[in-house]
């Protein structure tokens, strides 16, 4: 090696390596890209369809810091209450990924948020219910401890997160199951206008590029549908009076 310079011992300089650091680093960005591109592999979806929503499979794949970071996109500050939520939200999908019986000794903490209007403790709640695909709503409970309200009861609160809840598993499940009820709805279709046709037929083929393409669209056809069970409100007069709701939960 030359004077003055740190070198090898057979003469050559010594280049300066990146270190460990940028290989794990690009080792990460790649997975991470593989995971994302993972879940366009094998999908039942058509081409002008939208992404479903990924709901609680997005959730169990993301750290305490990527849930941070997603609800940094949309509520300034509180950086202390985000990283609360987003590490007790990890740490509920940790406890339903053990044992049954070791689950009933791992008991969740639950989060109360206090703080004045507009700080961003609804905001913070609706984004992490939305990230998690958990239901959520929004309650004014002032008035349940008021001295002399009368009216509707606390259990009020879970009927509404209850039926928020069945509403959004039902939207799912219809989402889920679009494409296959857009196949069994072109095949009825094609049904009645072929009827006693082959499914390879060359001209049921041909109906079915036709019907795809709109050019069957100002055909009348008749078909046979069940019914949908009726969904009846219930409306009561006097609703805030006492007894009345119990009333109405009975009618239903």
């Not at 349940?144 to 939207?171: H, M, N, P, W």
């Not at 494409?179 to 499914?199: C, K, M, N, Q």
């Amino acid at each position: 090696a030359r004077a003055g310079h740190r070198g090898h011992r057979l003469g050559r300089r010594l280049r300066p390596s990146r270190g460990q650091g940028a290989a794990r680093a690009h080792r990460a960005e790649c997975r991470r890209h593989r995971q994302a591109l993972a879940g366009d592999c094998r999908r039942d979806l058509h081409l002008h369809q939208p992404e479903p929503h990924a709901g609680s499979a997005r959730m169990s794949s993301m750290t305490p810091q990527e849930i941070v970071s997603e609800l940094d996109r949309h509520i300034v500050g509180q950086q202390a209450a985000k990283r609360a939520v987003a590490i007790a939200m990890r740490n509920r999908w940790r406890r339903q990924q053990v044992d049954d019986r070791l689950r009933a000794e791992i008991t969740p903490k639950n989060i109360l948020m206090i703080g004045p209007t507009g700080v961003g403790k609804t905001e913070i709640a609706r984004r992490l219910a939305k990230l998690a695909g958990a239901p959520f709503i929004k309650v004014e409970a002032t008035k349940f401890t008021e001295v002399g309200y009368v009216g509707k009861d606390v259990d009020s609160i879970i009927r509404d997160l209850v039926e928020v809840a069945v509403k959004q598993e039902r939207e799912g499940a219809m989402r889920r199951c679009r494409t296959r009820a857009e196949d069994a709805a072109e095949e009825r279709i094609l049904d009645v206008l072929l009827p006693g046709s082959e499914p390879d037929n060359a001209t049921r083929q041909n109906f079915r590029k036709k019907l795809r393409e709109g050019q069957l669209d100002d055909k009348d056809i008749e078909l046979d549908l069940l019914a949908p069970k009726p969904s009846l409100e219930v409306l009561t007069p006097f609703g805030n009076q006492p007894g009345m709701e119990d009333m109405a939960e009975q009618l239903k």
